[in-house]
């Protein structure tokens, strides 16, 4: 017998959300340790220094931001509360995905930022067990054109059934990262775009440049 269609709805949609809940939690806590980073480049976060914005004023604000109808933001949290930076992150969830924005800010140098970036995102773009192998989506080739360093692809089931984009950005002092499932009744991949976007117009204006 087969399944009324809302039972079945609600089954892949209970799936779905569990399957990004776990990826999203393993992307946090499967990255490797920033401490060894900062005793390596001898940086260290400076919560006094007012020369730019905090993190929170980074954060992109649910009601400002480019999601799609029927997302909504979580209360914001530390990513990781041993690590010496200024740090934010936030959940955004929808009934059937949900997506991840965290904001760094190292200190003052961006030499500090740049070592971290270049040694986590290869942790970041880790392969994931039964995910395909992460590149960048014929869909969408999208890239920074105000960050110092750039990466965004996205992996996916064998079935193409759940699919994961990522984006990791340095700007100067600050890395931001970005985490969402995709999925026709979720996000679309010009939907994506919208919010990679409106990340990048967030960051343009504190650091002088303009977008292109």
């Known amino acids: 017998m087969n399944r009324p269609a809302s039972r079945e709805r609600l089954l892949r949609t209970v799936?779905?959300?569990?399957?990004?809940?776990?990826?999203v939690l393993c992307c946090i806590l499967c990255r490797p340790a920033?401490?060894?980073?900062?005793?390596?480049?001898?940086c260290f976060g400076d919560e006094t220094a007012t020369s730019r914005p905090s993190v929170e004023e980074l954060l992109l604000d649910l009601g400002e931001s480019a999601f799609p109808n029927g997302w909504r933001a979580r209360e914001p949290f530390d990513p990781e509360?041993?690590?010496?930076a200024e740090q934010i992150g936030l959940f955004y969830d929808h009934e059937c995905?949900?997506?991840l924005l965290e904001v760094y800010r190292f200190s003052d140098d961006?030499?500090?930022?740049?070592t971290g970036y270049q040694k986590q995102v290869r942790g970041w773009f880790a392969r994931w067990d039964e995910m395909s192998p992460w590149a960048v989506p014929a869909e969408l080739p999208y890239r920074s054109s105000v960050a110092d360093q750039y990466r965004f692809n996205?992996?996916?089931r064998?079935?193409?059934s759940h699919q994961v984009c990522q984006a990791a950005a340095q700007y100067e002092e600050y890395v931001v990262v970005f985490l969402a499932h995709l999925s026709p009744d979720c996000m679309t991949f010009t939907e994506l775009e919208s919010i990679l976007v409106a990340i990048d117009g967030r960051m343009?204006?504190?650091l002088g440049k303009e977008m292109e």
């Open 15 to 23: 799936e779905l959300v569990a399957i990004s809940a776990v990826l």
């Open 34 to 42: 920033f401490n060894a980073i900062y005793l390596e480049v001898g």
């Open 81 to 84: 509360e041993w690590l010496p």
């Open 97 to 99: 995905a949900v997506a």
């Open 110 to 114: 961006p030499r500090c930022a740049a």
């Open 154 to 156: 996205c992996c996916s």
């Open 158 to 160: 064998p079935d193409d």
């Open 204 to 206: 343009a204006p504190y």
